[in-house]
């Protein structure tokens, strides 16, 4: 496929309840929508993840709209694509310049190559991934609902209650300091039997760590995400040595080296998927190829995406090792309204059904993304 034009997109959309994570509470989301268009005229599309600030990753909007506009988007438009398999290669030094990280900048451009691909293919993303990793394809993948730190414990049952009716089956609370064992008691008594799981977000030092979890140990949650530091590996060793709770790493998983080093370290036993923080989809597919060949569990993770990014992650999560349910809610638990058409809404077993259109298989509505967009930018080759 030859790149004709990519116009970029940043956007600042209001959530539908605010979202609080140990380093920092939001009412808006900030991000970057990329929309390429091929010389014969397909549109493929994809969503940035960074965020506003560097709180979850280093990257931030500023710096990925740097990246994708000094490096990126000349590569692109330089040089026809085949595969988008080719993409990570390219982006370690296009036009021969090396770039080191940013891989939410390339994740961004690499899954609107995806899309294209898939639609020149005829095929709906997921089928297209299916037919090239030659894996079978979920059409509905079990999901949850991710829950940011509320004003209490009290208040936490009440929208857990509130998720449950909604018809969620799984619960993950966003833990951090002094706001950990109590709320996680409190969700625990009052759902006995139901799914929870708690996100720390590298709030914890090892030190305080090995106070804290061991009492929750006995909570039956289905994992603890990511207690300790953003690129550790070696210290979640210690700490999963001394709990039979699955650690699951988010943060510290970029490639799928590192996720063959947390399980020959056994650092974790699961490991939760985000195709942005990976630099892509091509990596992440590896990185779930290699949990899968070492019997660990994997799970999708989400960066609270527009329908877009959900969309492209529907699809990777649709993958056979993606076991445990993924923190991709409906529509609805973010925004109204998003700004895809047909919005995503969830089954009655808490699942969402994969989109089998034609690419991500969903409609970008132009008035909404309008409505959205803060400042928008034209390259053509
Ligand atoms: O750690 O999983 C995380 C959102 C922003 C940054 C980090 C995380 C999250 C989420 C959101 O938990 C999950 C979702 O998109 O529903
Ligand atoms: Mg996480």
Not at 111 to 120: E, G, R
Not at 196 to 222: C, G, K, R, T
């Amino acid at each position: 496929m030859k790149i004709d034009q990519i116009e970029l997109f940043l956007f600042e959309i209001p959530y539908v309840t605010p979202f609080e994570t140990s380093f920092k509470r939001e009412y808006n989301h900030e991000g970057i929508i990329a929309k390429v268009t091929t010389a014969d005229g397909l549109v493929g599309w994809g969503e940035c993840v960074a965020g506003d600030t560097p709180g979850y990753s280093p990257e931030t909007n500023v710096t990925a709209w740097y990246i994708i506009k000094e490096y990126l988007i000349p590569d692109l438009l330089a040089k026809p694509v085949s595969d988008p398999r080719e993409i990570p290669e390219r982006f370690k030094t296009p036009n021969r310049i090396g770039v080191r990280g940013h891989g939410m900048a390339k994740a961004c451009l690499e899954s609107a190559i995806w899309d294209l691909a898939a639609q020149i293919d005829n095929l709906s993303l997921r089928d297209y991934i299916g037919k090239v990793t030659g894996q079978p394809m979920k059409d509905r993948v079990s999901v949850g609902v991710s829950i940011g730190i509320q004003d209490s414990p009290e208040k936490l049952v009440d929208t857990i209650a509130g998720y449950k009716a909604d018809g969620y089956g799984r619960f993950k609370l966003k833990i951090k300091p002094g706001r950990d064992i109590g709320d996680t008691l409190a969700a625990r008594k009052a759902f006995p039997n139901d799914l929870i799981q708690v996100d720390a977000n590298s709030a914890y030092h090892l030190e305080d760590a090995v106070e804290v979890f061991p009492e929750m140990d006995d909570l039956n949650l289905l994992l603890i995400e990511q207690p300790l530091d953003y690129y550790d590996i070696y210290e979640h060793h210690k700490l999963q040595k001394m709990l039979k709770t699955p650690i699951c790493l988010d943060e510290s998983i970029h490639t799928a080296r590192d996720a063959q080093a947390a399980i020959e370290l056994q650092s974790c036993r699961i490991i939760n998927i985000k195709q942005g923080r990976m630099g892509g989809l091509t990596e992440a597919i590896r990185v779930h190829d290699t949990c899968m060949q070492a019997g660990m569990p994997v799970w999708c993770g989400g960066m609270l995406e527009t329908g877009i990014g959900r969309s492209l992650n529907l699809a990777l999560a649709a993958l056979p090792n993606f076991k445990l349910p993924s923190d991709l809610s409906a529509s609805n638990r973010y925004y109204n309204p998003d700004i895809v058409d047909p919005v995503f809404e969830l089954n009655a077993d808490s699942t969402l059904t994969v989109p089998t259109g034609k690419g991500l298989g969903v409609n970008v509505v132009a008035e909404r993304l309008k409505a959205v967009t803060k400042h928008s930018e034209t390259f053509r080759a």
